[in-house]
């Protein structure tokens, strides 16, 4: 069983930053990607950013520039830096992750999500 916990979400003012931390906890070989993704009401989920195991990354275009991913393998976290945010930011996060088992197997994971709401 693994699980994905995200934290860090909460209410902030146009052009504030909040950082986004998520924990993978469980039976882990190792994490091959780990990316976050949004879903605002009446909208379709999207990836806002993703880093690979190489630790390559690629954003939406939105964030590009405002928003940074980063992640530490040896504690299984991930992080998302959102800086200079906007109200069209706001929306519930999710942190996804692809999880490599003990035995080779891989799945995706997704956390509970966290509401980040950006006031104007």
């Known amino acids: 069983q693994v699980q994905l916990v995200e934290s860090g979400g909460g209410l902030v003012q146009a052009g504030g930053s909040l950082r986004l931390s998520c924990a993978a906890s469980?039976?882990?070989?190792?994490?091959?990607?780990m990316g976050w993704y949004r879903q605002a009401p009446g909208k379709q989920r999207e990836l806002v950013a993703y880093?690979?195991?190489?630790?390559?990354?690629n954003y939406e275009d939105s964030v590009k520039g405002r928003f940074t991913i980063s992640r530490d393998n040896a504690k299984n976290l991930g992080y998302l830096q959102m800086n200079s945010l906007k109200p069209e930011d706001t929306a519930v996060y999710y942190c996804?992750?692809?999880?490599?088992?003990?035995?080779?197997?891989?799945?995706?994971?997704w956390g509970q999500g966290t509401q980040v709401t950006v006031s104007s």
């Open positions: 996804y992750a692809r999880i490599r088992t003990l035995s080779g197997g891989e799945f995706g994971a």
């Open positions: 469980g039976i882990i070989f190792s994490i091959n990607g």
């Open positions: 880093v690979n195991s190489e630790g390559n990354t």
